[in-house]
C-alpha cells in the first residue's frame, strides 16, 4: 500500500476506507511508518476530519493494535466510566468499589495527567506501596475476584494510542474531535465491557470549552460506542468550578476516601451516586434513576464500598496499615497555609482554571509528560459558589513543599474567587444527558 498517496487523499479532503486506515495503524504500530509521516496523516486529519466510518475504522484499529481484555463468561456485567478531565475529579475513585458492591465487574483502565487536569494513576500513587502496572491476567483475575481494578494501561493494550497520543501531543493535533473520540473508545473497547458512561467536562478548565462542543463530542462517542456493541450514554457536566473542596493528589485521596465514608461533599457525592445510577439503568439492573439513586444511596451508606476500597488496595498492593496511619494526617506537605477572603459577601466565582494553574505550579500536575509530580502538595477547604464569606473566612488551604513556593501563590489564589453582594444562582452539576 502506497502510505504517502493516503495521506495525500487526506489532506485534499478525500475520504479513506476501512482497510487504509487498519492498515496504517497496524505498520505504525510495528515501527515500519516513520513518525514524521504520522505526524502529517493526524495534520490532516486535524484539518479535513474524519467522517462516522473512517472515526468508527480508526478506533477498531486502535483497539485491535493490542490486546483485548478476555473476561469469563459471568453474570455481573462490565462496566466502566470515563471522563474527559477536570480540577478535582476523583469521581472513579470511590465509584469503582461502589459499582463493584452493586454487582458489577470493572475494569477501570485509566490515565495520568498531562497539563492542569489530574489523572486517577497519579492520585493513586499517593498510596503507599499500591501498584498501577498489572498485567492484563492479573486485571482479569482480580476483576473476576474482588470485582473491580483501577490500573494504568498496559504496553500490550491499545499501543497504537500511547505512540499516537505522544505524536499528537508532540504535533499540536491533540484537540481534534475525531482522533479524542479514537483515542478514548479504543481503550474503553479494550476492556470488552458491557456498558460505558462518559463524563464530559465543559467550561473554563475543561478539553471543550463550550457545551455544545463537549455535546457534538459526547454525541459522536455514544454513537461510536453503540455502533461498537457497548450501552454508551455521556453527562455533560460542568467544569468551571473544582470537583469537591480538595485538589492535588494524594488531598483528593483523601475526600475519595471521606466519600466512601459518606461525609464527603456533596458535589462528589452527587456525581458518584448519579454515575452509579445511570450504568444500574444502562444495564437494566434498575427500572428508573430515582429507583437506582436509592440503590446506589443505600449501597454506599452501608459501608460495603468503604471495605472494598481496602480489598483493592491491599490486592494491588497497598500497605493498609501506612495508608490509614497517612489519612489520620492533617497534612502530608511541608507547609499549609491558610488563605483568607478578607471580604464580605457571596462566592459567585471559583475559577477552576486558575486554580488548576496553581496546581500545575504547586507541583501537583505536569508540564509534559515526562515532568514528575508532588503528590502531596495541592488545595483543601476550597470555597464553593453560593457560600456566605466573613473577611476572616477560608478561601482555601494551600499545602506546599516550602513555605515561600505557598506565599507565592496567595494573590493568585485570591484573583481565582469572586465575592459579591449577590448570591448567584446555582447551575446543575450534570446539565444535560446524551443517550
Ligand atoms: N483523553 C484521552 O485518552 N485521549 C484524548 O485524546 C483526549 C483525552
Redo the contacts with the bound molecule.
Keep these: 500500500m502506497n502510505f504517502l498517496s493516503l495521506i495525500e487523499t487526506k489532506r485534499e479532503g478525500g475520504t479513506l476506507a476501512s482497510n487504509q486506515i487498519h492498515a496504517f495503524i497496524r505498520e505504525f504500530t510495528a515501527g515500519r511508518i516513520p513518525d514524521y509521516q504520522m505526524a502529517a496523516m493526524l495534520m490532516a486529519i486535524y484539518f479535513r476530519g474524519l467522517d462516522t466510518a473512517e472515526t468508527t475504522a480508526l478506533t477498531l484499529a486502535m483497539r485491535d493494535s493490542g490486546r483485548v481484555l478476555q473476561f469469563p463468561r459471568d453474570s455481573r456485567p462490565l462496566v466502566d466510566k470515563h471522563s474527559?478531565?477536570g480540577i478535582g475529579d476523583k469521581v472513579s475513585l470511590p465509584l469503582a468499589p461502589l459499582l463493584a458492591c452493586l454487582g458489577f465487574r470493572v475494569p477501570m483502565i485509566s490515565?495520568r495527567g498531562l497539563g492542569i487536569t489530574g489523572g486517577t494513576l497519579d492520585k493513586l500513587d499517593s498510596i503507599p506501596g499500591f501498584q498501577t502496572l498489572l498485567s492484563p491476567g492479573k486485571i482479569i483475575a482480580q476483576v473476576q475476584r474482588i470485582g473491580c481494578v483501577i490500573c494504568g494501561q498496559t504496553d500490550t493494550m491499545v499501543p497504537a494510542?500511547q505512540k499516537l497520543?505522544a505524536l499528537?501531543d508532540a504535533s499540536g493535533t491533540?484537540p481534534s474531535m475525531p482522533?479524542?473520540t479514537a483515542?478514548?473508545l479504543s481503550?474503553k473497547l479494550a476492556e470488552n465491557l458491557d456498558a460505558l458512561l462518559l463524563d464530559v467536562k465543559f467550561g473554563c478548565a475543561a478539553?471543550m470549552p463550550t457545551r455544545a462542543a463537549a455535546r457534538q463530542l459526547a454525541k459522536r462517542m455514544v454513537a461510536l460506542g453503540r455502533e461498537c456493541g457497548v450501552n454508551t450514554r455521556a453527562l455533560l457536566t460542568g467544569m468551571d468550578t473544582p470537583v469537591g473542596r480538595s485538589a492535588g493528589n494524594w488531598l483528593e485521596v483523601k475526600e475519595a476516601v471521606a466519600c466512601l465514608e459518606g461525609a464527603g461533599p456533596t458535589d462528589l457525592l452527587e456525581l458518584v451516586i448519579d454515575s452509579a445510577a445511570h450504568l444500574l439503568v444502562q444495564t437494566g439492573a434498575s427500572p428508573s434513576l430515582p429507583a437506582a439513586r436509592q440503590r446506589a444511596k443505600d449501597c454506599l451508606n452501608s459501608g460495603a464500598p468503604r471495605r472494598k476500597w481496602d480489598e483493592m488496595l491491599a490486592a494491588q498492593g497497598a500497605d493498609l496499615k501506612a495508608f490509614h496511619r497517612k489519612l489520620t494526617l492533617d497534612s502530608t506537605a511541608t507547609t499549609v497555609l491558610e488563605v483568607r477572603s478578607g471580604k464580605t459577601g457571596y462566592i459567585s466565582k471559583c475559577d477552576a482554571r486558575l486554580l488548576g494553574e496553581i496546581l500545575r505550579d504547586l507541583g501537583a500536575g505536569r508540564l509534559t509528560k515526562e515532568s514528575s509530580i508532588h503528590v502531596e502538595v495541592g488545595l483543601d477547604c476550597i470555597a464553593k459558589p453560593g457560600e456566605w464569606m466573613k473577611p476572616s473566612s477560608t478561601l482555601c488551604r494551600i499545602h506546599a513543599t516550602d513555605a515561600a513556593q505557598a506565599k507565592a501563590m496567595v494573590r493568585r489564589i485570591k484573583a481565582a474567587f469572586k465575592i459579591t453582594p449577590q448570591r448567584p444562582s446555582p447551575t446543575p452539576l450534570i446539565a444535560e444527558i446524551v443517550r
Design positions: 474527559t478531565g490515565g494510542d497520543y499528537r491533540v482522533l479524542i483515542s478514548i481503550k478539553f
